[in-house]
């Protein structure tokens, strides 16, 4: 009986140190000189407070470009913890903000675009105490962070999702990143290809309306006014159906937005390896250095 104690003790200790490890988040690095601002409040929904991380490089006198990351999780999961690999804009001085929203276990479909919206807005406004230019703001996500860089960043001056932060014109970002982002939440929910019950759970008791789904969904928000948007994604995703990608590519070309589309030969959802995650970052960079960003 002792022995069968103990080793349910240690299968105890290595399970909590296993989930520790999982949820374990590195502190994100940045170059000396460097500074941050962590869990900064941009909005306040019914007691939900929406925070953000902001790293900043030196004060020189001009103001910094921007860059605002989204972390992904099917709407239902992750934090803005969890994410790093800031270092090729650290090195080209951009600032970057992290920002989580409200998951589907808080609030559906359309808050964490409404918070996303927030986030922008909130980062406009304060650019010049933030010492932000507002010209050359980048918003990137991957997975549901793509699609909701995406959708933050092609709702322009459209105020539909803009009812907590309401207050500032000529919203406009520089550039989309959209990794492996969803571009249509109906077709992934009921789709022919591989769909996911997250995107039925995130549009919550509109489940069922398909108008309700394209007017959260990037592929129906594309116009002539839209931003340059650079696109990456796997042709093996298990996840989220590269088609999705192809789709969004050619409504862009159809419409006649500036984008680049990077297919990564055998990539899973957000697995790549290492010389391919070099390349991503190197295009990405190249995408922006062509914008003058």
């Known amino acids: 009986m002792k022995k069968l104690t103990i080793l349910c003790a240690l299968l105890w200790t290595t399970f909590s140190l296993s989930a520790q490890d999982t949820a374990t988040v590195k502190k994100v690095q940045y170059p000396k000189g460097f500074n941050e601002q962590l869990n900064l409040v941009y909005t306040n929904v019914n007691g939900w407070e929406g925070k953000l991380d902001l790293y900043f490089p030196p004060t020189t006198g001009a103001a910094s470009p921007l860059v605002i990351n989204i972390h992904g999780g099917g709407w239902n999961k992750g934090t803005k913890e969890s994410q790093g690999g800031f270092s090729p804009f650290f090195k080209k001085g951009y600032a970057v903000a992290n920002i989580e929203y409200r998951l589907t276990g808080v609030a559906t479909a359309p808050a964490a675009i409404e918070d996303t919206r927030c986030a922008l807005i909130y980062l406009i406004s304060n650019a010049k105490k933030l010492n932000i230019d507002v010209s050359k703001i980048v918003i990137m996500g991957a997975s549901a962070g793509g699609h909701l860089a ?81 696109i ?62």
């Open 150 to 230: 995406l959708m933050g960043g092609l709702m322009e001056n459209d105020h539909l999702f803009d009812g907590n932060c309401r207050g500032i014109e000529n919203i406009k970002v520089a550039a989309i990143i959209d990794k492996y982002g969803i571009t249509d939440v109906w077709d992934w929910g009921y789709g022919k290809l591989k769909t996911s019950k997250s995107a039925s759970s995130w549009l919550g008791a509109k489940a069922n309306d398909k108008d309700f789904a394209k007017s959260v969904s990037p592929l129906y928000q594309v116009k002539k006014s839209s931003p340059p948007v650079f």
């Open 232 to 293: 990456v994604h796997g042709d093996a995703d298990p996840t989220v159906p590269y088609e999705q990608s192809v789709a969004l590519k050619a409504k862009l070309d159809e419409i006649g937005v500036k984008s680049e589309f990077i297919t990564v030969k055998g990539g899973l959802h957000g697995k790549f390896s290492a010389e391919d995650n070099a390349m991503v970052n190197e295009k990405i960079m190249e995408f922006l250095k062509g914008l003058g960003l």
